[in-house]
């Protein structure tokens, strides 16, 4: 049976990598190495991921205890944050182009002239 404080520090670990994890990600919105920032905090979830599951293995469900941690909420939270910044860095497809607002007004006036076969 794991020591008590033990598994203590191992969650109280976990939460303050995580809330490490958050303050990056805020600063790496603000800093011009964006991408390099928000790839770091990519391996820092994975290593927050690698702690939180040790600690998992390694807790210990006492009967009656009031509270206990929520280790798939935390994965789920955490898988959620990587596919954001996941989704953030390679978007599905490429950012929209200036749309150039078209005239809609096809009627000439004046003597029809046929357009050239040439292309620009």
Not at 50 to 75: H, I, K, T
Not at 112 to 117: A, C, E, G, Y
Request: charged fraction near 25%.
């Amino acid at each position: 049976m794991p020591d008590p404080r033990l598994v203590f520090t191992m969650k109280t670990t976990s939460s303050v990598l995580f809330l490490a994890c958050l303050m990056s990600l805020g600063a790496a919105a603000l800093g011009t190495p964006e991408r390099s920032d928000l790839g770091l905090v990519q391996r820092q979830i994975t290593a927050i991921e690698l702690l939180a599951d040790r600690a998992n293995s390694s807790s210990v469900d006492a009967a009656g205890a009031r509270y206990r941690f929520d280790y798939s909420r935390f994965a789920a939270d955490l898988k959620r944050m990587r596919h954001g910044i996941q989704k953030y860095l390679s978007p599905s497809r490429a950012q929209p182009a200036d749309i150039v607002e078209l005239t809609g007004d096809y009627h000439a006036q004046g003597a029809f002239v046929r357009p050239s076969d040439e292309h620009d």
